[in-house]
Every structure is written in C-alpha cells, then in structure tokens.
C-alpha cells in the first residue's frame, strides 16, 4: 500500500472528524461555559464578600450554618464535597456533594448566599466522566488525541500547496533564467 500524502491525510481528516464529532462537540460546547464561569451566575455563583479578612469561626460551626440551609440538604462533613475558604474575601464556600454551595461570612457565621453551582457538572462533562468513569479513558482521550491528528493533517493540507507554489515558482524562475542565459552566452 502506498501513501500517498495529500490523499492520505484528507481521509484521515475526513473519517477522523466523523469518529469524533459527537465527543468533540460536548468538548468544545462545555468548554466555552466553563471558560464564562466566573461572568455566569447560572454556571458558578458570584463569589460575595464578607465582614473580616481572617476566619474567627471554626469548622464545626461552619457545619452547623451549612446544615441550616434546607436546599443543600447538609447533614455530615459525608455531605460536604469541598469547603473553599477566602480570606481576602472574608469568606467560606461550602460546596455539597450534590452541587448547592453556600458562601458564609467567616467573621460573623452569616450565610451570604445560597445557590446551585453547574461548574462541576460542566466539568464532569467537559472530561466526559459524566457518562462514566471508562469514557474518559476510552472515548474523550481518543477523541483528545485524534483532533490532534486532524489539526496536524489540516495544518498540513492548509500550508503544502503554498510550499508547492513556491517551489514550483522557483523552479519556474531558475528554468528562465538558464534560457536567457542560453541565448545571451556573455
């Protein structure tokens, strides 16, 4: 079997753009949202600010608060996936396993906000280990790596036709300038 380049690399880039369509497109949607997070409130809450700058309650009491707040449904530090504490902020985030995060002041214990956070769940899918632990490995990775090739096959059917114009232009000019050197001899 002989390869042939410039054919070769157009079904690689047209059969691989078909493998990957559906992975790739839940790739790059979710990436765009989790590239706004910070500007959606839908997507992550906006980050409030508190009364202090140092942290004066302690993290029972902060399990405490966060088990007042019915929508997180926090009973346990088992509920409670992450606690992200800012200081210049004057604040701590306590994200709940089931994605409600509650944003309480550190100096005086009041809940600022309460809200539903999609981030993780845009990541998850972003990764693809939404659908399940092995598509990230077996289906996102691949896709990953063949969008890789169809960039390189793209560079590559993109740029050799201008290489080929140049050369061929060279080549062209050489072949003239021997011609004219051929019949003027001096």
């Known amino acids: 079997m002989n390869w042939h380049a410039r054919r070769d690399s157009r079904k690689i880039h047209r059969w691989g753009a078909i493998l990957v369509a559906l992975p790739f497109l839940v790739i790059l949607v ?55 504490v800012r ?8 994200k709940g396993v089931n994605n409600w995060e509650i944003q309480i002041d550190t100096k005086t214990g009041e809940v600022l906000q309460v809200a539903f956070r999609r981030s993780g769940i ?16 077996w289906v996102f990775l691949p896709a990953g790596i063949i969008v890789t090739v169809l960039w390189i096959t793209g560079m590559y059917m993109f740029f050799v036709p201008y290489l080929n114009k140049r050369r061929n232009k060279k080549r062209l000019d050489k072949i003239k300038a021997d011609s004219v050197k051929e019949e003027n001899p001096l």
């Open 30 to 84: 979710t990436g765009v949202l989790l590239q706004v997070k910070k500007e959606v409130a839908w997507i992550q809450p906006p980050t409030q600010t508190g009364s202090g700058s140092e942290p004066d309650i302690t993290f029972d009491q902060i399990l405490t608060i966060s088990s007042r707040v019915k929508e997180a449904r926090i009973k346990t530090w088992a509920d409670i996936d992450r606690l992200d």
């Open 122 to 137: 845009i990541e998850s899918l972003h990764d693809g280990s939404w659908f399940h632990d092995s598509a990230k490995l």
């Open 87 to 94: 200081p210049e902020k004057g604040i701590v985030k306590v």
